[in-house]
């Protein structure tokens, strides 16, 4: 089992920018996925990107290709997620996700962590 706990939320302008960290819990953190999705209130929670246990592939939402990089430390077991000229609809809750390598980067997780809010003032 893997443990997460993001970090970096926070309240930034319109056009800027902000890193958020996910801290994985056990020596096993490079035999996972892991992924980011986000919630906005009143909203299902979506998918924003995923990174593959070795970090060679990437996966991205349509919508926010171009502003959003995913990125894994596995000597650090962390995984980031920098977002570049962040929207009000950008705002959300933030949650890293984890699932063991051999499946597809798409679909369900199976480890989740408690939830960073980002907040976009417009």
């Known amino acids: 089992q893997v443990q997460l706990v993001e970090s970096g939320g926070g309240l930034v302008q319109a056009g800027g920018s902000l890193r958020l960290s996910c801290a994985a819990s056990?020596?096993?953190?490079?035999?996972?996925?892991m992924a980011w999705f986000r919630q906005a209130p009143g909203k299902e929670r979506e998918f924003v990107a995923a990174i593959s246990w070795s970090g060679a592939s990437t996966l991205y939402a349509d919508s926010l290709k171009g502003r959003f990089t995913i990125s894994r430390d596995n000597a650090k077991n962390t995984v980031f997620l920098q977002m570049n000229s962040l929207k009000p609809e950008d705002t959300a809750v933030y949650y890293c996700?984890?699932?063991?390598?051999?499946?597809?980067?798409?679909?369900?997780?199976?480890?989740w962590g408690q939830g960073t809010q980002v907040t976009v003032s417009s």
């Open positions: 996700a984890a699932k063991r390598r051999g499946t597809v980067l798409a679909g369900t997780y199976d480890y």
């Open positions: 056990g020596r096993t953190f490079s035999t996972y996925h």
